[in-house]
């Protein structure tokens, strides 16, 4: 068995030797790869069978295909394989058919002696390589011990062989799965190999329908598995799709090894993981916009700190609370009830929107928090203000100054009781006694926190502190003083320009409480 290399790219080589083996056909069939050129064996080695070797280089440089049957000036020259096959099963005619059924190869070589099935092709008419046998798989025989008599008489008794030369240099050297650098020899033994076993692999009619049902059935299980995103993290979206992928692959494996068929899973995979990357993309930026929403909704009924520390903790029943030393301003709307009473909701509604909105804006100007809204009164704190005193102390032994926070308190009291002026009806509904505000600013320790269980909770402050302003709210009418100070603010701003009111006993207090007034001039006096 000799063979002969055609030239396949466009220029083609000059023709050497003695083209032979050609069959009988009258004519070189659709789908077979024209020749340009040739090199051929010299006329006077008179071979009896000859089968070209142009190998397919692929584009990761491996040989994976051959093409079965090269045209050349009219006549068909069968591939190494197929005509050491014929050969071997004492084959003349070769007719070739095209596939019908859905997983036929898309061409066939058929023979009547072909006792093990027709040699399946690929769409250009190609024969796939198999590499299914490992190189070690095949018995290797140096030519020198062959001529020194040293092999076994019967060891290529009833064997095929092939003769090949291996060493470099020799212009036949090929990259194969097993390695960069094998002998061309390997390409032709392992096609032989698979006609012989009738394992030679091809790509059925219908793999463009499999993988596109496959990459369907991906994308669709991936639709499904976002549609629960609430159940998965958004994360499982691009795993989905590698585990697709691998499935993909794993199927593939199996139908090569059981059953030669190359379907391909490359396509398919790539397209369901980057259609897994994109929903994991977008979902988790829903999932973002979404995240961001609740927390400016949450932010709004809740101080933000409050709201940033709730969004990165998981739900809990425990008491998450702290004792630290605030400032608290008390701020109530006097005789709202009875003007609820009396006028329209949605009138009541827009006095008490004015005055959180008003009351919100100032608080936040002096660098307070809106603790609570509490139907007609808000409670406002002061907790976490950076002392521009480097030489202040505070409770905690530096970085915050209670007096600090104490004073922004007493300015947002003076400054909300003069935004107020003209938000609040004046004069009031006839019969009814007029609207005014009423503030009390205490400083002191306080417990803030989180109380209830995980399914209802709330945020609260609350201690003594808190219980002081609340009282000292009550007796801005009964003292005519719209700003009222407890002893603790009192004592942190040195009680500068405070007006004494006395010890009175706060109700709900053990001990008598040093109350303070915020002098007003006459055009900040309310009623």
Known sequence: MLSQVFALEQGGK?????????????????????????LANFAALKPTH?????????????VRHQPAIICFQGKSYPALGIAAFMQG??????????????????WALHAPNFALGPIPLEENGDLRVSWRLHPDSFVSISASDVLAGRVPGDLMKNAWVLVGATAFGLNDSIATPYGGASAGLQAHAQIITALIDGRTPYTPRATPAVQAAAALLGVLALVGLSLYRRRFPVYLLPVGALAWAVLL????????L?????????????????AGSVMGVVEHAKSRIDRDRLYTHLSSYLPAPVAASLALQPPTSAIKASTKQVSVMFADIRNFSAYCEARPPEEAAAVLHAFFSTAARVV???????????????????????????????????????????????????????????????????GLEPLSLGLGVETGPAMAGSFGLASRRTHMVMGRTV???????EMTAELAHPILVGEGLAGQVGGVGLES???????????????????????????
């Open 89 to 106: 099963t004492s084959e003349r005619i070769l007719t070739l058919e095209r596939g019908t059924r859905w997983f036929d190869p898309p």
């Open 258 to 274: 059981q059953h030669a068929l190359w379907i391909g899973w490359a396509a398919p995979a790539v397209l369901i993981f980057v």
């Open 467 to 473: 219980t002081i302003a609340s009282r000292l709210v």
């Open 364 to 430: 936040e100007a002096h660098g307070g928090v809106i603790e609570a809204f509490q139907g007609d009164a808000i409670i406002a704190v002061w907790n976490g203000d950076p002392t521009p005193d480097t030489n202040a102390n505070d409770d905690k032994g530096g970085g915050v100054s209670p007096a600090y926070h104490a004073q922004r308190a007493l300015d947002a009291a003076v400054a909300l009781l003069a935004a107020m002026q003209g938000v609040l009806p004046d004069p009031a509904p006839a």
């Open 50 to 62: 000859t089968g070209h070797i142009t190998p397919r280089v692929g584009s990761d440089g491996l």
């Open 501 to 527: 009111m006395g010890f009175f006993m706060l109700d709900g207090m053990r001990a008598p409480h040093h109350v303070y007034a915020y002098p007003l001039s006459p055009e900040h006096a309310t009623h």
């Open 249 to 256: 692959w794993a199927g593939h494996a199996f139908l090569l």
């Open 14 to 38: 000059p023709s050497v030797g003695v083209l032979t083996g050609a069959l009988e056909w009258a004519t070189c069939p659709q789908p077979f790869a024209p020749g340009n050129g040739y």
